[in-house]
């Protein structure tokens, strides 16, 4: 099978899988990885996030956006644009007021009522979504390439972190050259430094 082949045989695979979590079990995963996640000095550090808001059965995002706000931070989260493919960046203050269901019915940004982000400079934080994660940082997504082409963009290097339940952490991931790897894969477990292949405990 191709690379493209074999990852979407593990997407299919893995999505299947974490479909299958009961919704108890995925809603005590997610307040466990949120508390993870804003346990970590590299988001304590941080003045301005990138986040997203799930959707579907993957780990619930919202969760964390709301606290990061509640924290006092700048939030931006993305808007896909289907005309180009690429992905928009608007602030947020309220996401109960601010956002949408766009494109795959996940929740946006309305441009009428955001701001866009000009400048990609600010950013310092940057949570991704993700179908799998190896512990050394590969991540596979669903297949659009909208992150990938979104980190091209950005000129610096802010933290990049994904969270995902632990049956989302696979072995091996086909890698091609426009994939990027992310720095800390967060689950309901553990906290991994991939560049080191750490496990934190942060209980």
């Known amino acids: 099978m191709t690379p493209q082949q074999q990852k979407q045989s593990l997407r299919q695979q893995i999505l299947s899988r974490r479909d299958a979590l009961p919704r108890d079990q995925r809603a005590a995963h997610s307040a466990a990885i949120t508390e993870r996640l804003l ?14 808001m799930n959707f579907g059965h ?10 990061v706000l509640a924290d006092g931070k700048k939030l931006i989260l993305p808007r896909a644009n289907p005309a180009t493919r690429l992905l928009e960046l608007y ?24 701001t866009m ?11 991704l979504p993700g179908v799998a994660f190896t512990r050394e940082g590969a991540r596979l997504g ?10 091209e963009r950005i000129p610096h290097q802010p933290s990049l972190v994904a969270g995902a339940f632990s049956m ?9 050259i426009t994939d990027r790897r992310v720095e800390w894969l967060v689950t309901e477990n553990e906290t ?5 292949q750490t496990n934190l405990d942060l209980k």
């Open 91 to 114: 602030w947020i203050a309220d996401p109960a007021t601010q956002l949408a269901p766009g494109m795959f019915g996940i929740r946006e940004p309305i441009v009428e009522l955001s």
């Open 192 to 196: 991994i430094s991939c560049n080191t």
């Open 142 to 151: 669903y297949g659009g390439g909208f992150y990938d082409k979104l980190l």
């Open 58 to 67: 993957e780990f619930a995002s919202e969760l964390w956006v709301k606290r």
């Open 117 to 127: 982000v000009l400048e990609l400079n600010a950013l310092e934080f940057i949570l």
């Open 168 to 176: 989302q952490v696979v072995r091996e991931i086909p890698q091609e």
């Open 39 to 52: 346990a970590m000095p590299e988001y304590r550090r941080a003045k301005v996030v990138l986040g997203y």
